[in-house]
């Protein structure tokens, strides 16, 4: 695991970039850097208590993510309750913590979600209570309640997915029609439609043109997703597509929306006996980030969690001096009833032509790119 603390990028500097995208869950328009637009926080004792509740442990991104903010809410005079979900199928963990930490008089409260669309409950109990309330790397879906959002421009991660797949399987075959497949993540994680959304985007033009075939005809994401994020369930599917649709046709790709899933379709393919596909990913785990190098796995993205971490302290400080926290979008994330101030930081794609320099600053996966 990546064991990495805050106060180890405390000293770098974070780029605010105008971002411009959409999705399913955007209004559309310009991203354009500005300050909050809701109030500014009436501030607080520097030794309150900040909530952090997290997904379970589906992956190496969300281990790192508690270390740094148990750290880094110390480092920074905070008192902190950092929390899991037990499970990757329920949402009732995380309710039952966020609604403990309000209870405990938690200031601020920062979610990332097990089921954005299941937590309404409990975060306007906090706002009544008194709590700001920050959504971290996933939007929370149909309430008021939420103040703010602070992830990587997720519909863009999708764009780069898509764009790697197209790329990668025309550096290994020069000319179509390109035979492909399509993942994506739990149904119950917002973000894994603004993924699909954001490759589709890229992929779905192609796919109209015929220059790219899906070989099972698969291409709703009801059937591509995959429950919990879980390895095994991306696996198993992989594993039934292997036998029902390529027996004696060649897959050219495989969009896979992260590197734990991306690794579980390598591995089926592999079981199969058959070649390797161009395979994309996301999150920039160890094991991916080797495979890389490698030549197995195609592309991930680079997200790095120090940095989304460090934000997301940075808006907790300025609530803390009575400021209003800084964001660079309030036009396009619409949890429903609406549009949430955001801080998007700018994703990398990363292949085994730019591996070194993507990570040439990151201790941890420096090392593996020699």
């Known amino acids: 695991m990546r064991n990495i603390l805050v106060r180890g990028v405390a000293a770098g500097a974070i780029a605010l970039l105008s971002l411009t995208a959409c999705s399913s869950e955007r209004t559309g328009g310009d991203a354009t850097a500005t300050s909050g637009s809701t109030e500014a926080a009436k501030g607080f004792p520097a030794n309150s208590l900040i909530g952090v509740a997290l997904p379970a442990k589906t992956s190496e991104n969300w281990v790192l993510a508690g270390d740094l903010f148990t750290n880094g809410l110390k480092d920074a005079g905070f008192q902190s309750d950092v929390q899991y979900a037990g499970s990757s199928t329920t949402v009732a963990d995380q309710q039952a913590q966020i609604s403990a930490m309000t209870t405990k008089g938690a200031k601020v409260i920062v979610i990332g979600a097990t089921d954005a669309a299941q937590l309404s409950t409990q975060v306007e109990a906090a706002k009544q209570a008194g709590a700001t309330v920050i959504a971290y790397d996933r939007l929370i879906k149909n309430t008021q309640g939420v103040d703010y959002y602070v992830a990587y421009d997720n519909f863009k991660v999708g764009e780069l997915q898509g764009q790697a797949l197209l790329d ?12 492909i497949e399509l993942f994506s993540g739990s149904s119950d994680d917002n973000n894994s439609a603004v993924f699909f959304d954001g490759a589709m985007s890229v992929l779905k033009p192609k796919i109209d043109s015929g220059d790219v075939v899906v070989g099972s005809g698969q291409t709703d994401i009801k059937q591509t997703a995959t429950d919990g994020w879980k390895a095994e369930n991306a696996q198993r599917r992989m594993d039934s597509l292997l036998t029902s649709t390529y027996s004696s046709k060649t897959l050219d790709g495989v969009l ?6 991306a690794r579980a379709i390598i591995t089926s393919v592999k079981g199969a006996g058959k070649p390797l596909p161009i395979v994309t990913g996301q999150d920039s785990e160890v094991e991916s980030v080797k495979s ?8 991930t993205i680079n997200k790095d969690t120090r940095n989304l971490v460090a934000q997301t302290i940075q808006m907790v400080k300025d609530l803390q001096a009575g400021k209003t926290p800084e964001v660079n979008d309030t036009k396009s994330y619409n949890n429903g009833v609406k549009v949430v101030p955001s ?4 994703p990398m794609i990363v292949t085994k032509d730019n591996v070194v320099e993507a990570y040439a600053n990151d201790p941890n996966l420096a090392p593996l790119t020699k």
């Open 168 to 179: 990668g399987m025309a550096k290994k075959k020069a000319k179509g029609p390109y035979t």
């Open 256 to 261: 896979s929306p992260n590197d734990t899933l």
């Open 292 to 299: 890389i190098v490698a030549g197995e796995q195609y592309s």
């Open 343 to 346: 801080f998007l930081l700018p």
